[in-house]
């Protein structure tokens, strides 16, 4: 019996190296299971298309796949964009089931795997500030989930401190980093809250450069082992779902 294909929607970007990253993610997820079918498509700006890729999957004779957004917030690409999407998809292939998965949200593991990129740059001590710098949002809700994260990055560590910076709304980098200095940080590190790198993380680079040229640069999430864990949790429930029987 074949498996359900996994279908990984990413952002998608006009900058090449976020399709390069997201790649290495979905690779990394095919290392950790042979024995699925993964796909990967893109809801913009990066082929392939989430169209294209649903299509291939209907003409190769699927009758269901299991899409996982490769979203870090449930804002309107995964309420309106990606839904309208895939009952567009349906409509074309009616005998295809596609259930949509819930997005990787800031699950703790995806939390741990920016510690880790932390760690990676070598600060440790008393003395270090993160600015966890993430897209931002029109939504003020989903902002206030962002900058919830900081003290569950921040539990146990020792630091000075962390504070959440956004790359579209206030509070700004430079910000942030006032706030670090404030609380006695020296040695500064900016941490992504982002899957792949882009114009988004360029931008806060240029801030970075200029508000603390000495920052330490972390990585951005991109194949860690535990986004990995994450979206094949996101699988199998969206999986149990399809399987569970229906209310009459």
């Known amino acids: 019996m074949h498996s359900v294909p996994l279908v990984l929607v990413a952002h998608g970007s006009r900058d090449p190296r976020s399709a390069r ?28 298309s989430v169209d294209q890729v649903l299509d291939t999957v209907a003409a190769e004779g699927h009758s269901s796949a299991i899409v996982v957004p490769m979203l870090l917030g449930s804002a309107f690409h995964a309420r309106v964009d990606l839904p309208g999407l895939l009952a567009a998809a349906r409509s074309r292939h009616p005998g295809l089931d596609l259930v949509q998965a819930d997005v990787l949200g800031d699950d703790d593991r995806l939390v741990h795997a920016v510690w880790d990129r932390v760690a990676a740059t070598g600060a440790a001590g008393s003395d270090v500030g993160v600015v966890l710098a993430a897209v931002g949002s029109s939504d003020t809700a989903a902002n206030s989930r962002t ?21 579209t709304t206030e509070p700004s980098l430079p910000q942030a980093v006032s706030r670090l200095r404030a609380s006695g940080a020296r040695q500064i590190v900016v941490a992504p809250w982002f899957l792949a790198p882009g114009l988004l993380t360029d931008r806060l680079d240029r801030q970075a450069d200029e508000a603390a040229p000495d920052a330490l640069r972390a990585d951005v999430i991109g194949d860690h082992p535990l986004l990995v864990d ?19």
């Open 147 to 167: 900058t919830a994260i900081a003290p569950r990055l921040f539990a146990g560590t020792g630091w000075a401190g962390v504070e959440v910076c956004f790359a």
């Open 21 to 48: 990253v997201v790649a290495a993610a979905a690779a990394a997820v095919r290392r950790t299971r042979p024995d699925l079918d993964v796909r990967l498509c893109f809801l913009d700006l990066s082929a392939p």
């Open 230 to 248: 994450v979206v094949l949790d996101r699988y199998r429930a969206a999986l149990t779902r399809r399987t569970l029987p229906r209310a009459a």
